[in-house]
């Protein structure tokens, strides 16, 4: 079928809105019109190659919702006519799949960067020439996206499909950092470091779950001034004072948890050495590969613990139809985090996110 999708040709280049041939779904698939779409920071990373992801042309696009348009034969999980988030993909089949932790997917890279489907076709073409997609088994910067009927998951029709799509990515992993990878008690703390997606979606399901005290850190006022709007009952500016011992001292000696959503080695060590005794720090800023830091083993040993958290460790079917519930209820405003744009200024969108004007741009489609 003829769709309309945004091409990057080069490395770096501006997204280029192009006609293109979509594939018919196999058995498994599911054909999505896509109505709004996330942009993310993994979205700029893949067009500028930072990802082990095939050279251009591609598209890409992970943060889809829409309506469903065709299925194959075998899926059984949504028909036509159904709204859906698109969220990740993941092979079913490997250790991590098979016990439950699908983010975690061994085979995720054929998955969900493979430029094509795991067994290496491709879904999209212009003419002759093979434009690669599959970008998260969904490619959705686009008015249609092919996805899998694993990684699609049926949202309420309820509730505006133009602010869901960003469920599926940084939405899920803020919050679910949060609510399942801590599983933060009510009256417990909390300091979160980068209040972007990611954070301020950890600082809305931060209040969800009672915590008490919740620290904002961040070099943005406006951001900071967000956060506190959401419900967070502090903010420090780390570019005007040492977040540090702002935080050891508005704690008494540090919080339980304490989330890095920055990717930043510097700021990863001062969210670990926040921490007391028995304190998590959860890592979700994404760095480029082999990024080292340096740590007191000291602190770790005595019962501190770090861990990396992929996707707030959800199971998207499960988690994003809860969070939904959460917002129709005005408990979990995320859509006050999205700058609407037109799909065609797509590219004035990834310019107003890369400057810091607007915390989640989100295209109509
Ligand atoms: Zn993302
Ligand atoms: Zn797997």
Same mark, same amino acid.
């Given at each position: 079928?003829?769709?309309?999708?945004?091409?990057?040709?080069?490395?770096?280049?501006?997204?280029?809105?192009?006609?293109?041939?979509?594939?018919?779904? %196999?058995?498994?698939?599911?054909?999505?019109?896509?109505?709004?779409?996330?942009?993310?920071?993994?979205?700029?990373?893949?067009?500028?190659?930072?990802?082990?992801?095939?050279?251009?042309?591609?598209?890409?696009?992970?943060?889809?919702?829409?309506?469903?348009?065709?299925?194959?034969?075998?899926?059984?999980?949504?028909?036509?006519?159904?709204?859906?988030?698109?969220?990740?993909?993941?092979?079913?089949?490997?250790?991590?799949?098979?016990?439950?932790?699908?983010?975690?997917?061994?085979?995720?890279?054929?998955? &969900?960067?493979?430029?094509?489907?795991?067994?290496?076709?491709?879904?999209?073409?212009?003419?002759?020439?093979?434009?690669?997609?599959?970008?998260?088994?969904?490619?959705?910067?686009?008015?249609?996206? /092919?996805? &899998?009927?694993?990684?699609?998951?049926?949202?309420?029709?309820?509730?505006?499909?133009?602010?869901?799509?960003?469920?599926?990515?940084?939405?899920?992993?803020?919050?679910?950092?949060?609510? %399942?990878?801590?599983?933060?008690?009510?009256?417990?703390?909390?300091?979160?470091?980068?209040?972007?997606?990611?954070?301020?979606?950890?600082? /809305?399901?931060?209040?969800?779950?009672?915590?008490?005290?919740?620290?904002?850190?961040?070099?943005?006022?406006?951001?900071? $001034?967000?956060?506190?709007?959401?419900?967070?009952?502090?903010?420090?500016?780390?570019? $005007?004072?040492?977040?540090?011992?702002?935080?050891?001292?508005?704690?008494?000696?540090?919080?339980?948890?304490?989330?890095?959503?920055?990717? &930043?080695?510097?700021?990863?060590?001062?969210?670990?050495?926040?921490?007391?005794?028995?304190?998590?720090?959860?890592?979700?800023?994404?760095?480029?590969?082999?990024?080292?830091?340096?740590? &007191?083993?000291?602190?770790?040993?005595?019962?501190?613990?770090?861990?990396?958290?992929?996707?707030?460790?959800?199971?998207?079917?499960?988690?994003?139809?809860?969070?939904?519930?959460?917002?129709?209820?005005?408990?979990?405003?995320?859509?006050?985090?999205?700058?609407?744009?037109?799909?065609?200024?797509?590219?004035?969108?990834?310019?107003?996110?890369?400057?810091?004007?607007?915390?989640?741009?989100?295209?109509?489609?």
């Amino acid at each position: 079928m003829e769709i309309k999708a945004a091409v990057i040709y080069e490395q770096s280049a501006p997204f280029s809105i192009e006609e293109l041939e979509m594939c018919d779904p %196999n058995d498994d698939e599911v054909v999505v019109r896509i109505v709004a779409v996330g942009i993310c920071h993994t979205d700029l990373a893949a067009r500028d190659m930072h990802l082990p992801i095939p050279p251009p042309p591609s598209v890409f696009g992970h943060e889809g919702a829409g309506v469903v348009e065709k299925v194959g034969s075998r899926v059984r999980k949504v028909e036509p006519g159904d709204h859906v988030a698109l969220a990740w993909d993941y092979c079913g089949a490997c250790p991590s799949c098979k016990s439950g932790r699908e983010l975690y997917c061994l085979n995720f890279f054929l998955h &969900n960067f493979n430029g094509a489907r795991p067994d290496g076709t491709t879904t999209l073409r212009k003419d002759d020439q093979v434009i690669h997609g599959s970008f998260f088994c969904q490619s959705s910067f686009a008015t249609f996206a /092919l996805a &899998n009927e694993r990684n699609v998951v049926k949202v309420r029709d309820d509730v505006p499909l133009e602010i869901l799509g960003p469920m599926g990515c940084g939405v899920m992993t803020g919050a679910g950092a949060v609510m %399942n990878s801590l599983r933060a008690q009510p009256g417990s703390s909390i300091a979160i470091f980068g209040v972007g997606t990611v954070g301020m979606s950890a600082v /809305l399901a931060a209040v969800v779950c009672g915590c008490t005290t919740i620290i904002a850190v961040d070099v943005t006022p406006d951001r900071l $001034e967000k956060a506190k709007q959401f419900g967070a009952t502090h903010t420090i500016n780390a570019s $005007e004072v040492d977040p540090v011992e702002a935080i050891l001292d508005i704690t008494g000696g540090g919080p339980e948890f304490s989330l890095e959503c920055v990717g &930043n080695p510097a700021v990863f060590r001062q969210a670990v050495d926040i921490l007391p005794r028995l304190g998590v720090c959860g890592l979700l800023g994404v760095v480029p590969p082999g990024t080292e830091v340096s740590l &007191n083993m000291d602190l770790i040993m005595n019962g501190r613990t770090v861990r990396g958290i992929l996707g707030g460790d959800a199971i998207a079917d499960l988690f994003i139809p809860k969070l939904i519930e959460l917002y129709s209820q005005g408990r979990f405003p995320f859509d006050r985090l999205i700058t609407f744009y037109p799909f065609e200024e797509i590219n004035k969108a990834v310019e107003d996110m890369e400057k810091g004007r607007v915390i989640k741009p989100v295209l109509r489609v």
